[in-house]
C-alpha cells in the first residue's frame, strides 16, 4: 500500500492524496471517487478524489463506463484523464477509472483509497489505464521497471521503487528471469 496524487488544485498541489494497493495481477488505475455514492467506498475513512475540483481533469471524448473484475471482488465506473503523482513523478493526462461501484469482500475490509495495477498492459482495459506505461510514454522513468523493497524489519518499512532497483538497499547480485507470458508476471519454474 502506499500514496498517490491526483489530480491539480488552483494552488498546483494534487486534489487528492490517496492510499492505494500496488497490485502485479491487474493493469487498470482506478481511484476512489465522488462517482461513488454507496458503501464500502464512501465511507470513512476513506479519502475520495472529486474530478470537479481538479483543473487538470479531462472527460473522454466519448464517454466510456467499465468494470474490472478481481478474484476478490469488482469495481465499475468511468474513464477520465488527469495528472496522478507518485513521489517525484508525474504522468500528465494519465488514464484513469474514477471508481462508481464496489463490490466484494476485499473493498469492505479494507480501507483502501484505489489501485494502481503493476501488470503488463494486456490485462488493462484499456493500455492507457497503466501507470507504469504512462510513465515511461512520458520519458519519466529512467527504465520500464519498478522493484518492491520490503524490510526484514517491519519497523524500517519499504516502499515501490520506480524506473530501476536502487542499489543501496541490497547486497549480492540479483538474479533475472526472463517473463513467459506478459499478462501475469509469469515466469519458467528453475529446477
Avoid at 492524496?17 to 482506478?30: E, H, I
Avoid at 469492505?108 to 501488470?119: A, R, T, W
Avoid at 519497523?155 to 520506480?162: A, Q
Wanted: net charge negative; with cysteine.
Amino acid at each position: 500500500v502506499g500514496a498517490i496524487g491526483v489530480g491539480t488544485t488552483d494552488g498546483g498541489s494534487p486534489q487528492a492524496q490517496l492510499n492505494v494497493v500496488y497490485d502485479t495481477g491487474s493493469s487498470d488505475l482506478w481511484v476512489g471517487s465522488d462517482l461513488c455514492l454507496g458503501a464500502p467506498c464512501d465511507e470513512k475513512p476513506r479519502t475520495r478524489y472529486n474530478h470537479s475540483l481538479s483543473r487538470s481533469y479531462r472527460r473522454p471524448d466519448k464517454a466510456f463506463n467499465f468494470t474490472t473484475t478481481y478474484g476478490s471482488g469488482v469495481l465499475a465506473g468511468e474513464l477520465g484523464y488527469d495528472d496522478v503523482r507518485v513521489g517525484p513523478l508525474v504522468s500528465r493526462g494519465q488514464a484513469i477509472g474514477l471508481i462508481s461501484k464496489e463490490q466484494g469482500a476485499a473493498f469492505s475490509m479494507l480501507p483502501l483509497d484505489g489501485i494502481v495495477g503493476l501488470g503488463f498492459p494486456g490485462l488493462a482495459v484499456d493500455a492507457s489505464l497503466s501507470l507504469v506505461e504512462g510513465l515511461a510514454a512520458q520519458g519519466v522513468l529512467g527504465a520500464r521497471q519498478f522493484a518492491f523493497y520490503l524490510h526484514r524489519d517491519a519497523s524500517m518499512g519499504g516502499g515501490v521503487l520506480w524506473g530501476g532497483v536502487d542499489r543501496r538497499l541490497y547486497t549480492g547480485e540479483l538474479q533475472w528471469f526472463p517473463v513467459v507470458e506478459q499478462m501475469y508476471w509469469a515466469l519458467d519454474l528453475v529446477a
